[in-house]
């Protein structure tokens, strides 16, 4: 749940600091690649923290070396983190943590299956696990969107030289 409030919240704080006059925050769309930002920092230290045991035994058994998985996966989300505060590289990194974060939900499903205990509580409900994996899902993808509609509009508009000129 700490994600989860951390993404709502640290959006909602840099969209407040836009609102009051900070113009790069100014859009929602920059304030919601900080609040990922933040969150997946949030959970990419983890995979370092105390927790990292709990994100190991979550590794479903079928997955070779637990513990490189948990390594690999934290320094993904902190290079994603990295990644998608700069414009240039935001859609790429938004692009990466989608894929990382449907490539990790098994661990969700596994956990549920299984009863572990999570974060100090029992993760036997897949549903709220699932329903917020797909929040942060979305908000990858939203960062994802304005990048995409711009290639898109930009390979199907012919650019002014490609048009072809009148002879006098």
């Given at each position: 749940m700490a994600p989860l409030i951390t993404l709502v919240a640290l959006t909602l704080l840099l969209r407040a600091a836009g609102a009051i006059g900070i113009k790069p925050l100014r859009s929602?769309?920059?304030s919601l690649r900080g609040g990922l930002a933040g969150m997946v920092i949030l959970t990419g230290l983890a995979h370092f923290n105390s927790m990292r045991g709990e994100l190991v035994a979550l590794v479903p058994p079928a997955l070779p070396n637990a513990e490189l998985l948990v390594t690999i996966t934290g320094v993904l989300e902190l290079l994603g983190a990295g990644?998608?505060?700069?414009?240039?590289?935001?859609?790429w990194a938004a692009g990466g943590?989608?894929?990382?974060?449907?490539?990790?939900f098994p661990a969700n499903v596994y956990a549920a299956q299984t009863g572990l205990i999570v974060n100090g509580?029992?993760?036997?409900?897949l549903l709220p696990r699932t329903l917020i994996q797909l929040v942060f899902i979305a908000a990858t993808i939203a960062v994802v969107l304005p990048y995409a509609r711009t290639l898109i509009h930009r390979r199907l508009t012919p650019s002014r030289s490609a048009l072809?000129?009148?002879?006098?």
């Open positions: 929602w769309h920059t990644g998608i505060v700069h414009r240039r590289t935001a859609p943590l989608a894929l990382l974060l449907v490539a990790i509580s029992l993760a036997t409900d072809p000129t009148r002879s006098l």
